[in-house]
């Protein structure tokens, strides 16, 4: 057997098409209505700590401290977006972006 007729055999296996029917893990509803809890959690602990962060600022501000309340606001914000995302990130990983 030649090397050509070896290559069109081969693509032509290559070529044919596999049909996938994906389905939904089971638990997967449950995971992911765990996930927005846990946001939902993490979000109210972010404007809880935006709030004393603010409180902290002033505080502060009027006291003449050490300023550390930008770094409790940085990561507020951070923890925010990243529970923001995690329930849209899960949804999309359990039920195939569908």
Do not use: D
């Not at 996930?35 to 709030?51: D, P």
């Amino acid at each position: 057997m030649t090397t050509a007729p070896a290559v069109g055999e081969t693509l032509t296996v290559l070529a044919q098409e596999i049909t996938i029917t994906p389905t939904v893990p089971p638990g997967a509803p449950q995971l992911v209505n765990l996930v927005n809890y846990l946001s939902w959690i993490v979000m109210l602990a972010g404007i809880a700590s935006l709030i004393y962060a603010g409180g902290k600022f002033g505080w502060e501000r009027f006291h003449g401290g050490a300023i550390e309340s930008p770094k409790i606001i940085l990561g507020a914000l951070v923890g925010g977006i990243v529970a923001t995302s995690a329930g849209a990130i899960m949804n999309a990983v359990v039920t195939g972006g569908a």
